[in-house]
C-alpha cells in the first residue's frame, strides 16, 4: 500500500485532488461529493485519504470504529472507487490539510470538501476555491466546494441503521452491496 507521501514523490502531475476525512463509513453522501470532484477534475486526480485511527469513546461523541482496511471495504467494495485511489494519512482520524500542504509544498494540493465543512477553509486567507483545474495554481491552496451530500446523510445515522439492515436496506443507505462490508456491519 503506497503512502500519500510516496504518491507525491512518484507522481508526474503537478496538481493532486484529495478528499479526506474520517469515512465511519463512507456513505453514499461521501460518495456523491467524491463523484462530484471526480466529474470535474477527472477521476485519475482524485484520492480519498483516510487514517487507520479508531476511537469508540461515546464520551466524546466520536465514534470512529473502523480501521484503514474496513474503511476499504466501503470505500472500494460497496463504491467501486479503485483501493490504488485510496490513501492511508498518519494523522488524525479526520484527515488534516495542513499535513499535506507543508510536507508537499511543491505541488497544488485541491482539498475536497462538502457545504457543511468548507468553513474550514473559507476561514483560511491563504486558502482559494477553485471551480476547476484552469483554476488550480502551482504550488498554491485549494478547495472544492462539491457541495452538500444527498440528503444530509450522516455517518452517525448511516452506523445507527446499517446494523441488523438486510441486504436490500444496506443497498439503499450506500448506493451499492459488497458481501465483506455487509458483514462487517452487522458486527
Do not use: C, W
Request: glycine fraction near 10%; proline fraction near 4%.
Amino acid at each position: 500500500m503506497k503512502t500519500f507521501k510516496q504518491f507525491l514523490k512518484e507522481g508526474d502531475t503537478s496538481h493532486v485532488v484529495v478528499y479526506g476525512g474520517r469515512f465511519q463509513p463512507m456513505h453514499k453522501g461521501h460518495k456523491a461529493v467524491y463523484d462530484k470532484a471526480a466529474s470535474v477534475f477527472g477521476e485519475d486526480k482524485v484520492y480519498v485519504v483516510t487514517s487507520n485511527k479508531t476511537n469508540t469513546d461515546e464520551k466524546t461523541g466520536k465514534i470512529s470504529p473502523y480501521g484503514f482496511e474496513d474503511k476499504l471495504k466501503f470505500i472500494s467494495g460497496v463504491h467501486g472507487i479503485p483501493s490504488d485511489r485510496v490513501i492511508q494519512s498518519s494523522g488524525s482520524p479526520i484527515f488534516s490539510p495542513k499535513e499535506v500542504v507543508e510536507r508537499f509544498p511543491e505541488h497544488a494540493i485541491v482539498h475536497v470538501v462538502g457545504d457543511k465543512d468548507v468553513g474550514r477553509y473559507e476561514k483560511v486567507a491563504d486558502y482559494t476555491e477553485v471551480k476547476g483545474p484552469s483554476d488550480v495554481k502551482p504550488g498554491g491552496k485549494h478547495y472544492f466546494n462539491a457541495g452538500s451530500m444527498e440528503d444530509g446523510v450522516s455517518s452517525t445515522d448511516v452506523r445507527a441503521k446499517m446494523k441488523g439492515a438486510s441486504k436490500d436496506e444496506f443497498k439503499k443507505l450506500f448506493g451499492g452491496f459488497d458481501q465483506d462490508a455487509y458483514d462487517l456491519a452487522q458486527r
